[in-house]
């Protein structure tokens, strides 16, 4: 299979991204969410479990629509993910749901999705637990 210019850019910056996980990014900014919730006040709390509820129903879209071959759902709930996300601070969860919604455009091959497609779901638990403690703090 021929790869396009864009999709081994994608693999790269993957590749790039995976060795940085394996260092411990920070899953939150915690800077990020003090400033959003000064900024929103009293709005800002329920902001968390809807998030949560959100995305619990996006990695469950994603790991269904990609086991479906609907790379259509997959790139939706990928763009979906990508910037509730960065709305909250979880920038790697982000960046790494980014990737996937280019890759899934880039092509249709579904195998090479799953490993991305992993490493969210299990970098989504990490912002889940920690999104978990901050709003249990508050």
Known sequence: ???????????HELKIRMEFMSEGPVTIDRNHLDMLQQAIGDDFKPLIPAYLEQSDNLIYNLIQSHEQK???????SAHSLKSSSYNLG?????????????????????????PLIEIISAEY????????DYYNNQ
């Open 70 to 76: 609907d790379m259509e759902i997959v790139i939706r």
């Open 90 to 114: 979880a920038f790697q969860l982000s960046d790494y749901s980014r990737l996937l919604e280019a890759k899934a455009m880039a092509d249709d091959s579904h195998l090479l999705l799953k």
């Open 1 to 11: 299979m021929k790869c396009s210019p864009g999709t081994k850019l994608v693999e």
């Open 125 to 132: 638990q990490n912002v889940k637990q920690e999104l978990l």
